[in-house]
């Protein structure tokens, strides 16, 4: 197997012509200044709010589809390599669509309760 897949080379390039795009702010008070700032990263988020933080989306999103990921015939899609590409790179919705979708399946505490007591 590859150290990388070309999954994770196709989730970063789908979203490069709009993370590359600036915003900006003029801020006249300070000497007629602007301010310009590219799109939000999962990484961005992490160290803006901190891993973990509430209101944040952050790593884990990306470690649950390296660890979950899989192709039809059950081989692992993502590489651990790739996990800080998914963070930087891929576009941060898609990201946290396919790891919402994916920890849905992941069984309650009351699930796991009810297969030891049979």
Do not use: H
Not at 6 to 22: P, Q
Not at 28 to 44: C, H, K, M, R, V
């Amino acid at each position: 197997m590859s150290e990388t897949s070309r999954l994770a080379d196709i989730a970063s390039a789908e979203w490069a012509s709009e993370r590359v795009k600036l915003d900006s702010l003029a801020v006249p008070e300070w000497q007629n200044t602007t301010i310009y700032w590219s799109a939000w990263t999962l990484g961005d988020f992490d160290a803006a709010f901190g891993p973990g933080a509430p209101a944040a989306v952050n790593a884990k999103s990306c470690r649950i589809i390296v660890t979950k990921a899989l192709n039809a015939q059950g081989k692992r899609l993502f590489v651990p390599l790739e996990e800080e590409q998914l963070l930087n790179t891929a576009r941060p919705v898609l990201v946290q669509r396919l790891a919402a979708a994916i920890l849905k399946t992941m069984p309650k505490a009351d699930d796991q309760d009810a297969v030891a007591k049979n």
